[in-house]
């Protein structure tokens, strides 16, 4: 598991003045319900009891996650993980999955199942199935440019258990993580590779293959010039499909509406120095399309910005800032008014969404700032409305610690959840509950303990999950 290396901090003053003596005691009894009070406050947290007691839904391991979630079509859910037991020369690794079927009485989790080797990335496919996309990595290398060649899988399976057989759609050499766009029984599955021209000239190309009419077509070239560095793809359920890319410092898009090809790259953002960029794309039932990146200039600043292809509109929006400065990593959703994005800006979760135009609204703190406090996710849910969640960091917990969750509907927010217990949680996602209408959240955790203290051979990890109550 990739460590955060947030600390936990916790900061405040207080102050008082006593009138006299004989008040002594009184003024020190409210300085303690206040402290009380305040600690109560920073906390963040209110009944527990608003979530489902933890579903333990994986094995234990000494790492596990990260955590991939998709909802099928049918409303079950999947979730699937990479995991590794030992480290060094003992190291064993693999890929778990589970799903919660949308019949199942109470609700929960099924058993655990193998998963594709190399999963990156799980998906709906058709009414009652699910399709998942792996990267096998291979000691052999391309003859052309000498990096390592990597097997692209992918594998369908019913939603309510484990994948089949892989098939290998490409043997290619990989340099970022493949992405999987899925709507109905139409899939598209995008990544850069590296190629070298007639002159000896090193590209990074984004490359694609796609699923229509039952049978897997052949790779072809999205962008075939420059050095292509970050991929992101989508696709809605009337069959638009949406790929976006970084290349040399711009953010580039093409969409593909249903029945027609690829429309030509199109220009989002351009980088002003150094930028490192991570990149988020949408499209929703009535055919908008949604862009929205981090651009982290180097030792300048982190901003989060968007933009939008109406329906029947032929040019993006104009780039809206979202952050000028201080953004995290950040998930998008859709909303039946438009999109939602949470992040954590300065130690709080935010969330920002669009009510019907195309403009986000100014940001929503969903909790006070808290120091360490990252790994934000937004789901909507029919009944939950919009919920985020975080993890906060505890101490003694090796920068992990307790998730949590606000829920924002009509208008205003929930109070503050805890979604687990304090046991170490390292990262938490969303999903929506097909039947309840509530969100579901599945964490990492070590509920046995973590830190230095304890020995490699006797740390547990395991995924869990639960469900909140209305």
């Given amino acids: 598991m990739r460590r955060d290396p947030h600390a936990c901090e916790y900061d405040g003053t207080g102050a008082a003045t006593f009138a006299s003596p004989g008040a002594l005691l009184l003024n020190m009894r ?22 489902t007691a933890p579903q333990t839904v994986s ?19 999947l979730a699937a993980w990479p995991w590794q037991d030992n480290i060094g020369n003992d190291a064993l690794g693999g890929e778990g999955t589970a799903s919660r079927p949308s019949s199942l009485t109470p609700a929960s989790f099924g058993p655990e199942h193998a998963a594709p080797d190399g999963v990156t990335a799980i998906a709906s496919f058709a009414r009652t199935q699910a399709l998942a996309l792996a990267a096998q ?25 484990g994948f089949g057989a892989t098939r290998t759609l490409a043997t290619v050499p990989l340099v970022s993580t493949p992405r999987l766009a899925t709507s109905g029984s139409t899939a598209l599955v995008t990544w850069i590779e590296v190629t070298k021209t007639s002159t000896g000239a090193i590209r990074r190309v984004v490359r694609a293959i796609d699923r229509r009419g039952g049978a ?19 696709a809605g359920t009337n069959g638009d499909q949406v790929v976006a890319f970084v290349r040399q410092g711009k953010v580039l898009v093409r969409v593909r509406r249903p029945g027609h090809g690829w429309g030509a790259i199109r220009t989002l953002a351009t980088a002003t120095g150094p930028t490192q960029w991570l990149l988020g794309t949408g499209v929703n039932a009535r055919g908008q399309v949604r862009v929205v990146w981090r651009r982290h200039e180097l030792r300048v600043r982190t901003a989060l910005e968007s933009s939008a292809l109406l329906v029947g509109r032929s040019t993006f929006t104009k780039a ?8 995290s990593s950040f998930r998008l959703a859709e909303t039946p008014e438009g999109w939602a994005v949470a992040d954590v800006e300065g130690s ?16 929503q703190p969903a909790a006070p700032a ?55 949680v390292h990262e938490v996602r969303l999903v929506a509950d097909g039947r309840a209408g509530q969100p579901v959240a599945l964490w990492t955790a070590r ?18 999950s639960a469900l909140r109550r209305p």
């Fill in 30 to 51: 409210r300085l303690l319900a206040l402290t009380v009070a305040l600690l109560a406050a920073a906390s963040g947290s209110a009944s527990a009891a608003t979530w």
């Fill in 59 to 77: 094995a234990p391991h000494t790492f596990a996650g990260p955590l991939l979630t998709a909802t099928t079509f049918d409303g079950s859910m």
């Fill in 137 to 161: 990595g291979l000691p052999s290398r391309s003859p052309a440019t000498g990096v390592f060649l990597s097997r692209l899988n992918v594998a369908f399976g019913p939603a309510g258990g």
């Fill in 216 to 234: 897997w077509g052949k790779p072809y070239t999205l962008s075939g010039r420059g050095r292509a560095d970050v991929v992101s793809a989508a």
């Fill in 320 to 327: 809206q800032t979202l952050v000028a400065d201080g953004a």
């Fill in 348 to 363: 709080r979760p935010v969330l920002h969404r669009t009510t019907g135009g195309s403009q986000f609204a100014a940001g």
């Fill in 370 to 424: 808290q120091g360490g406090t990252r790994g934000a996710d937004v789901v909507f849910s029919p009944a939950g409305g919009l919920t985020v969640a975080w993890v906060q960091p505890l101490a003694n917990q090796d920068s992990d610690g307790v998730a949590r969750a606000a829920s924002f509907a009509n208008g205003a927010w929930s109070a503050v959840e805890d979604v687990s217990p304090p046991e170490a």
């Fill in 447 to 464: 509920p046995d303990g973590t830190g230095p203290a304890i020995p490699t051979a006797q740390i547990r990890t395991v995924v869990r």
